[in-house]
């Protein structure tokens, strides 16, 4: 078992699949995130960072205000899960 960083971002706006492709590819973008998980039912991405990388929050941001959509006030949560590679 490898312990893997993931952040939960909640977003506003993204109520389908289509919204959920913008800013997954927005945020795979910054070379850090090996992948992304959308749940547009609780509109909460969960971003699962490449190992030995961090993502920041202004770079969370800037990403998905490039996607046209926005992150609810205190919407990042950051934290460890275990993982299998």
Do not use: H, W
């Not at 939960?8 to 699949?17: A, H, L, M, Q």
């Not at 990388?53 to 990042?76: F, H, M, P, Q, R």
């Amino acid at each position: 078992m490898v312990i893997a960083n993931t952040i939960e971002v909640k977003i506003k706006g993204v109520v389908c699949t289509f919204c959920s492709i913008g800013v997954r590819k927005n945020l795979i973008k910054t070379g850090k995130v090996k992948s992304v998980f959308c749940n547009t039912k609780n509109k909460i991405s969960t971003i699962y960072l490449k190992k030995d990388k961090g993502l920041s929050d202004k770079e969370i941001y800037d990403a998905v205000k490039k996607a046209g959509y926005s992150v609810y006030t205190n919407g990042i949560v950051r934290k460890p899960c275990k993982a299998i590679e």
